[in-house]
């Protein structure tokens, strides 16, 4: 277990597991909580017992978004957004992007603002039934950031990424319907078969899919080369297919 003070880490059978603990404010986001966030990522990241990191909340909430009240009343008209963005959450989301690992939130409520552009960041989402999951910037005459605008329109297209960006929240079937998540209730099936991906081809993978989505074709078929080439050399990819000769030996 972890020492942290707005969330909790640990790490066990292979997953590691964040979870956010601020419950007073529904685990919304203030600065001690990027730095510990960052920090619990990459020693997630760097763990070689760690094959899934998981990214949840307490209490009912996964995260309210920024905790604009930690903010002094006196510093709201001077504040600077884009600044406080460049130190927190832009680095916080180009890492989430990074990690070769599966990552997986699971929205076990609320998700709303920033909370839920760290859910997008995230190569999978899970949200109970219950879960409420809203892009409220608009509500308060602010952008949505936190990756958002990079994210959505990806997984929901650019029109529904506009209709969900006005702020008002969805339910976890709606979610579900259009392509925001991948799975209602909890996430255990989902993180059981992702222990047993090889991640050195599940890096290259993932690697690949971004680039199909704005790299010509040739482009792309020399990233998968570039990651055939290196699976084909792990242990992971030597093992399987042993595993699968063996099999064939077997019935043969």
């Known amino acids: 277990m ?31 909580m990027h730095e510990e966030l960052y920090d619990a990522l990459q020693v997630a990241r760097s ?25 002094p009343v006196e510093k709201l008209e001077y504040f600077d957004h884009g600044e406080y963005l460049e130190r ?47 892009l409220s910037f608009m509500k308060i005459g602010l952008v949505p950031d936190a990756g958002a605008s990079y994210f959505l329109p990806r997984l929901v297209g650019l029109s529904k990424a506009l209709e969900l960006s006005l702020g008002d929240p969805i339910s976890a079937e709606e979610a579900f ?32 899919m971004k680039c199909g989505l704005h790299l010509s074709l040739d482009d792309v078929l020399e990233e998968e080369k ?10 992971e990819h030597r093992q399987a297919l042993l ?3 063996e099999k064939r030996g077997q019935k043969g």
């Open 177 to 208: 319907r259009i392509g925001l998540i991948h799975r209602i209730g909890g996430p255990e099936d989902l993180i059981s078969t992702l222990k047993k991906v090889p991640l050195t081809a599940y890096s290259s993978m993932k690697n690949n």
């Open 47 to 71: 763990d070689e017992n760690v094959r899934v990191i998981v990214l949840t909340g307490t209490d009912g909430a996964f995260s309210s978004g920024a905790d604009l009240k930690s903010i």
């Open 2 to 32: 972890s020492s942290y003070k707005t969330l909790s880490y640990s790490a066990l059978d292979g997953i590691g597991t964040i979870t956010l603990n601020r419950p007073e404010v529904k685990n919304a986001l203030n600065e001690p």
């Open 243 to 245: 595993h699968f000769l």
């Open 226 to 235: 570039k990651g055939q080439q290196q699976a084909g050399k792990s242990d």
């Open 88 to 134: 927190t959450y832009n680095p916080l989301v180009k890492l989430l992007d990074a990690i070769n690992k599966p990552t997986v939130a699971y929205m076990n409520g609320t998700a709303a603002g920033a909370g839920l552009s760290i859910a997008l960041a995230c190569d999978f989402r899970v949200a109970e039934h219950d879960a409420k999951l809203a």
